[in-house]
């Protein structure tokens, strides 16, 4: 009987493992949900609990059409090509490009801006950046305090999945700014804050007066990392 059980336990559900079929409803949503990262990374983007997620992907499972929009959004994929498998797996994803300009120099005052998509070839940025497109979003620099490496008008590609290793160019708040600086941890674990343009001094903002995310009343904020620029020719 204990063996029985054992065995039950784990039939129950897909596993993430085996090779979904492209021609049931749940095996289209497996394969998306695989090539887009995790149901984990798919949680934290929409706030679907992992249980429904996982729910989903079983045979049989009543779908609620409201979640399954979201889900296809945050995918890439059409809502059509889940339910029927007619349509094929976007190519394509959409990441929001916020008009707000980060400075590469002395700061603007951060303002609510209104996000518009531009669509990226999925292949790019998972396979030539390495990056999920869960969490990327597009702000424009402005300033010359990151030269030569970025320069004022370049669109620039921020991934603000969390980390616990900061090293490199991030979108920050601080002073009330959005800014684009490079960043590295100090022996003490300190946030060494730079620009690679000489003519400008550095800063260090201790831990406890650093926050990642939204920002929240912390000294200095760090929104994410750049990760791609496009430049102006």
Known sequence: MAEEKKNSRRRRGPSLKETPDPSTREGRLTQAIQRYGSARQLHLATGISESMIGKYQKPGADWKPSKIEEISRELGVSVEWLWTGETKLSSSVAVVYYDARASAGFGRTCEESVGHP???PRSFLTDELGLQPS???MITADGDSMLPTIHSG???LVDTQPSTRIEGVYAVVMHGG???KRISRTANGDFLVQSDNPAYQSATFPADQVSLGSPDGHAMTIIGR???TMQRV
Request: aromatic share 20%; no cysteine.
């Open 118 to 120: 531009i669509q990226f």
């Open 135 to 137: 969490g990327l979003i």
């Open 154 to 156: 370049d669109r620039l």
């Open 178 to 180: 959005l800014f684009v």
């Open 226 to 228: 750049v990760v791609w």
